[in-house]
């Protein structure tokens, strides 16, 4: 296996999907060793750096990429194994910001409301122990949680000559804040323009689903993964596989319909991988599907499908990919 | 234990939250054991009954109850805990129902398109297994399912002199259809009205979160439950508790409101329990929270906030109510 | 003319439609001179009185009702049609309430912000002049601005035997709360159960499109009205029609859904007033209907479908019966 | 004054907001006389010819710019003044797109449904009588309507790097799709970028409120219009004024988030404009705004606050400007 390392400087970071020149050229099978940056650029250190001060508008959540993926064309489907994720630094931080989050009145659900106080909290890291700690700014109360590394931004450049922003989650994957994303998981995401142009960012060592506060425990990454590029059969949306379930998300709003677009997403890829008539899956998934929230806080809303592989007969989604990847991430030694 | 046994022949069904007399007096302390008729009231027993000709709206979802509680005032905290549910019929029915569900549109998602084809799947109950069985309706796709008996519909009279359809869900309960109201589970519900009036009914012996179809696998239902009341102490909107973990309840439209409404309630049940300050509340929450989906196709969608006990400290909600509760439950003999 | 008049006591007045007594049976074709309290009773006076303290809930939005009308029938349509609405006080009432309007948190959009401050602004009715007077609390900022008198709440029982308080509008009408209730429209609703039990509420002297913070200029009213019965042919949603206008009202969560159910149902009144296909109404609708909100703060959001007559060719609705009540309505002395 | 003439080429079309390079610079005061080609290129010239194969996406709303305005960096404010929109053709077309549009499912509000039927309506212009004709598809119904030009699409480059669809309306204005964008009418926006790059298209020769099929009658229109600058006094959201109207626009989904913005910028423009304190603004525009729907069809619904200047006492928005342009403009001589 091929394997590509890169760590970008500040000055590399990408601020968009779609109108950025790509950082680097990869073949399929090329194994990537990453580093990327906190959407706070680093910049929350203590409970005294506040948003306001601290971060530079738009510059926030930046990506490491966008990768050219060789061969890639619209219409293709582009595979991401996300092999490895170790957080980087020994903490993690997470705030409140003005007009934003979900408990919040927001620049969007405007209100006349003055903002919530704006507050950071710090998680010290235990590597040994596999925590991250929370400790209440107004009391003694402290809590060790597990940590759980996931990516809150993985996605290929919009169609239709677009640039969005790092923050927004919509069709080409991008800030999606779904715990899902995490070690293991195999992504498939439909490629709009040539190369695929993918990117990936916002590490989070832990985050609820919903992400109500707007922000998980947003630390830097260490990513290790696998690209793989599938000749057509691009999903209208992304699409998660794990060794235990299939996911399809949906990102918009109101919320309701990122439930409606995963929903009938994963309705289609029952109805492939079983040969089911429409009504069949739309019944069968009913009965079956979990609904986890992924984030109601960024520009469009993430919704999951999520389905139990237990409950299905054997399949092999994208003829046995995700299987495949996981035997090839064995093989690579871990950073 | 007091146990009162209550079996409703059609003409005692209710089919509203209010605005009905109570069918039975019951004390706080008492066990009762009750059978639920499904939510077709019996109707769907083949694949060739079809809800335009099988059902007679409104009479749909019928309630056993309402009971009156004695003691229990505006305010307070009316306990139900879950003992038992054990299906009582063979066979559980689901259906799409014309302009009815989460994937096509509705009487208030109005648009001009055709509806979906109307149909009536037919799962088969394996006791001994403790399976359900999914037969497609266009093919011999078969697949057996786990059992996972639930309520559809718990709730109280409403406050301010309303009475609404047992299809909705609200702060007084209701139809939430979620699937963690299942047995060993303690609901919290506030009492609107002297007596608190509860109602329980639409037993489903399994469903998927959100409620796709607008059907769950319906079937009649032997209820075992304990009535409890706390005097005061009424939470703004349901809870949940199981021995692993606790769970509110916010419905409303769009989905986003119903989330916001069960997050703001955990930030608030945190607080309690933790002495912790709000914000400090909101950021726990961010981290920790899982956020299932229960319907996306009722007159209120309803999604959870829940918090794994494991991530918290110990601590003991309503003095230890669910745990004492438990205790109690393990003396009743199963029906 | 039959003609009843009916000044309701404050023991007479109703919450909610549907779940109370008739007061009053009366034959079509009456006229109705009815008087009706201000939603907040009367009770904030001075810029002092606020609602936290003044009102007591959930008794707010008192309605006169409910009438019993002679020989309706579920399926018929009730047809009001207003003919006069008189302020019957000197002053109007406007206020923040907690947590309620269309630029806050509320209890279903929940947040963790403080409320808005709570405050009473008082309107000088000028009847000379035909004024209402907007005076600033915290500046010497006054406007006059015209009197525009309506109802907020004009409704019938609603199906399915529930009860709904006074607050919200839904397909029964209710507290609708659109500009457009005023003197010289004819309302048209579909019954649901025997006599119809229609209520009417809520006087406005004056209130802007989506009633933004909550609560219009609130004001006693004089209320002269036909009643009138159309057997069968019950629209789904409200209708109205003025000498200049057809208009469908729609109200539901979130906006996006009154609005679809108000375009769709003018679609239906388009096809049977013209005889066109379905497209062909969706077509000319998109070209000629205005949109104004009506609520963006109750329970249900209201929005309407409007259409000029003057863009149609001559057409009479429900035979003709608007103009038939207007001839009417100019032979009955204005109170 | 400056007087620049512009027709763009096929090959010179801009397709997004934003990540296009201008395509000539204007100075401040300068007349701008330019022609749009309609949103379906020009393609749709017969009833026969159907979107699904006359158009190719995402070529579709072509836009005439972007424009570089001399001296406009970002924080300044964008004056565009409409002097004239006349339609450049014979006839408009309209249509019903699968799975677009306000009263069917779409990719967004995703449901199982098949698409609504394709058609298109092909209306004739008669300059002399100023109308258009509506011709039903299947019948022998036909009507003229008032002819009422406007703008679809008027929008600046967005922020944060960002480049949009021309599809897209949002906070740099875009596809708001208002019959209110007129002539005579004012437009202002806030500068993103140096020299601002606006561009304007997607005539529309009449539209209704909502655009509930998702298209006008789409036709190629002759714009005059005034590029002025303000420096710095950037509006939130897209302003306008006409000689008898204040006007916001906000962009967002729901609907209710579109509503929300639109009526915190207008209390905030009147809090400018009369020195008005927060909640005397909130309730002076709660009883004085119209709220007529833009669209509910495009990416992100836009909804209007609009005020009648004739409610309020005198005041000079950005220093009278827009009666400084009206005077301009009649000096035009018209196309």
């Known amino acids: 296996m091929e394997v590509v390392e890169f760590r970008p400087e500040p000055e590399q970071f990408a601020w968009t999907f779609g109108g950025v020149a790509p950082i680097r050229r990869v073949r399929p099978g090329t194994v990537?060793?990453?580093?990327?940056?906190?959407?706070?650029?680093?910049?929350?250190?203590?409970?005294?750096?506040?948003p306001s001060s601290a971060l530079m508008m738009p510059f926030v959540n930046p990506q490491t990429g966008p990768f050219y993926v060789e061969g890639a064309e619209p219409g293709d489907t582009l595979v991401l194994h996300l092999v490895?994720?170790?957080?980087?630094?020994?903490?993690?931080?997470?705030?409140?910001?003005?007009?934003?989050?979900?408990?919040?009145?927001?620049?969007?659900?405007?209100?006349?409301?003055?903002?919530?106080?704006?507050?950071?909290?710090?998680?010290?890291?235990?590597?040994?122990?596999?925590?991250?700690?929370?400790?209440?700014?107004?009391?003694?109360?402290?809590?060790d949680l597990p940590m759980a590394p996931m990516l809150g931004t993985v996605g290929v450049a919009p169609a239709a000559y677009e640039a969005r922003s790092a923050l927004v989650p919509d069709r080409f994957g991008g800030n999606m804040d779904t715990p899902e994303m995490r070690a293991g998981v195999t992504c498939y995401l439909g490629v709009n323009v040539e190369g695929a142009l993918f990117s990936i960012g916002d590490g989070h060592y832990r985050q609820g689903e919903g992400e109500a506060c707007g922000t998980a425990v947003e630390?830097?990454?260490?990513?290790?993964?696998?690209?793989?590029?599938?000749?057509?059969?691009?999903?209208?949306?992304?699409?998660?596989?794990?060794?235990?379930?299939?996911?399809?998300?949906?990102?918009?709003?109101?919320?309701?319909?990122?439930?409606?677009?995963?929903?009938?997403?994963?309705?289609?890829?029952?109805?492939?991988?079983?040969?089911?008539?429409?009504?069949?899956?739309?019944?069968?998934?009913?009965?079956?599907?979990?609904?986890?929230?992924?984030?109601?806080?960024?520009?469009?809303?993430s919704a999951l499908a999520k389905i139990a592989k237990a409950y299905l007969p054997p399949a092999t989604a994208y003829d046995g990919l995700h299987r495949h990847l996981r035997e090839l991430a064995a093989q690579i030694p871990t950073s």
């Open 32 to 50: 990537l060793r990453l580093w990327t940056e906190d959407a706070f650029c680093g910049r929350l250190r203590t409970t005294s750096d506040l």
């Open 219 to 301: 630390g830097a990454m260490d990513v290790t993964l696998i690209v793989e590029l599938v000749k057509g059969r691009a999903p209208l949306w992304p699409r998660l596989e794990s060794d235990t379930h299939l996911i399809t998300v949906g990102s918009s709003r109101p919320l309701e319909d990122a439930w409606r677009i995963s929903q009938v997403e994963m309705v289609s890829w029952l109805s492939e991988l079983y040969r089911l008539e429409t009504l069949d899956s739309y019944q069968l998934l009913s009965q079956i599907s979990e609904a986890p929230l992924a984030n109601v806080v960024d520009v469009n809303y």
């Open 84 to 143: 490895d994720l170790t957080p980087a630094r020994g903490w993690g931080a997470s705030t409140t910001i003005p007009f934003f989050g979900g408990l919040t009145g927001t620049d969007r659900t405007a209100t006349l409301q003055p903002p919530l106080p704006e507050r950071t909290w710090i998680y010290e890291v235990d590597r040994s122990r596999g925590t991250v700690t929370f400790s209440a700014l107004t009391s003694e109360f402290q809590l």
